[in-house]
């Protein structure tokens, strides 16, 4: 089991940036892949960046390519969001999770996931 918990969440006007860290303890050799996902109020929660990180793999989702980066610091098992270009649809309660088990399917599935950290809340204003 992993244990998952998120911060850097805040404030920000249009056009600034955040960077959010998922700090994981436990049986952290056995992850496979990590995400951020994120739910706006009356929203389904939607992934927003993957990383697989034995190998670097990194997916996005479209509406966050180019100003997102998604990354991994294997000693600090860390997780981290680097969020740039921020805009007011960014707006939503960030969840970063991890795939313990090797589970298939996209990575975007959030029943891919088996540990879920309490999320952190980022909140854009124009």
């Known amino acids: 089991q992993v244990q998952l918990v998120e911060s850097g969440g805040g404030s920000v006007q249009a056009g600034g940036s955040l960077r959010l860290s998922c700090v994981a303890s436990g049986d952290t050799y056995s992850t496979h892949c990590m995400v951020w996902f994120r739910q706006a109020p009356g929203k389904e929660r939607e992934g927003v960046a993957a990383?697989?990180?034995?190998?670097?793999?990194?997916f996005y989702a479209d509406s966050v390519k180019g100003r997102f980066t998604v990354s991994h610091d294997n000693a600090k098992n860390t997780l981290y969001l680097q969020m740039n270009s921020l805009k007011p649809e960014d707006t939503a309660m960030y969840y970063c999770?991890?795939?313990?088990?090797?589970?298939?399917?996209?990575?975007?599935?959030?029943?891919?996931?088996?540990?879920w950290g309490q999320g952190t809340q980022v909140t854009v204003s124009s």
């Open positions: 999770a991890a795939d313990t088990v090797g589970v298939t399917g996209s990575w975007s599935a959030t029943q891919k996931y088996n540990s």
């Open positions: 990383i697989y990180p034995t190998v670097g793999m990194t």
